[in-house]
């Protein structure tokens, strides 16, 4: 079946240092990848997605992340973090078919916090 | 354009009560989903409408039920509620273009507590 695995629950970095937020998924196919982030509060907010081609993918808020197939992976990347920055990360696989039948499967999301 | 909205943000029902939800996706979008959060089990997939028409459906129990009305409007409904019906639902909007699960925009959601 298909899964995704954040193996990070919680993760405490500094303001200004980078941050990296790690993912692994288990499907069959070619995956649609996705980095969600939900702010305390908030509803979930896409930061990137990843279809097909280039595999390193820019988001939003200075955001990437790289698709590696051989690895089963699709961390998430930060140069330098902002305060703003801390909330809950999700990541999710579309999966169970194509076009239309795709759902969502979640991972259980990382917590970032972010130290002055 | 306006984002999702979802009304009401926030529920407190008792057991054995049933309560609506109501989601306005983005102008244009006909795809709504609808996703249960909780912190033990994380971002469930509920169900999926689009034109009017269920197209997906999560493994929840028939006590969860939703549908869209013909101007992509959703609501979703939860009869008998128990306790751990207690959780954050989400409601997601998908562009014309974009298959079910292909970028979704998502509302802030409604905090439901079962007493």
């Known amino acids: 079946a298909q899964s995704v695995t954040q193996p990070d629950i919680h993760i405490t970095v500094s303001e200004g240092a980078s941050l990296e937020l790690r993912c692994n998924y288990s499907y069959g196919a070619t995956p649609y990848l996705f980095w969600y982030v939900q702010s305390p509060g908030q509803g979930l907010q896409l930061l990137l997605k990843y279809f097909s081609g280039d595999t390193l993918v820019q988001g939003i808020k200075g955001f990437e992340a790289e698709f590696k197939r051989s690895q089963s992976s699709f961390n998430l990347r930060k140069p330098s973090v902002h305060w703003s920055d801390a909330a809950e990360y999700f990541c999710a696989v579309a999966s169970g078919g194509t076009g239309n039948n795709r759902k969502l499967i979640w991972g259980l999301g990382t917590s970032l916090a972010v130290n002055p | 354009k306006a984002g999702v909205t979802q009304t009401p943000r926030y529920l407190i029902k008792t057991r054995g009560q049933q309560v609506t939800l109501s989601c306005s996706p983005i102008s244009g979008h006909r795809s709504v989903s609808w996703y249960q959060q909780t912190p033990g089990q994380g971002l469930q997939f509920l169900f999926e409408y689009f034109s009017e028409t269920q197209r997906n459906k999560g493994n929840f129990p028939g006590r969860f039920s939703g549908r869209q009305f013909s101007n992509s409007r959703s609501e979703m409904n939860v009869s008998t509620l128990e306790l751990g019906d207690s959780a954050l639902y989400l409601c997601?909007?998908?562009?014309?273009?974009?298959?079910?699960?292909?970028?979704?925009?998502f509302g802030p959601g409604t905090r439901l507590t079962v007493l």
């Open positions: 997601a909007s998908s562009p014309p273009a974009s298959g079910g699960a292909d970028t979704q925009y």
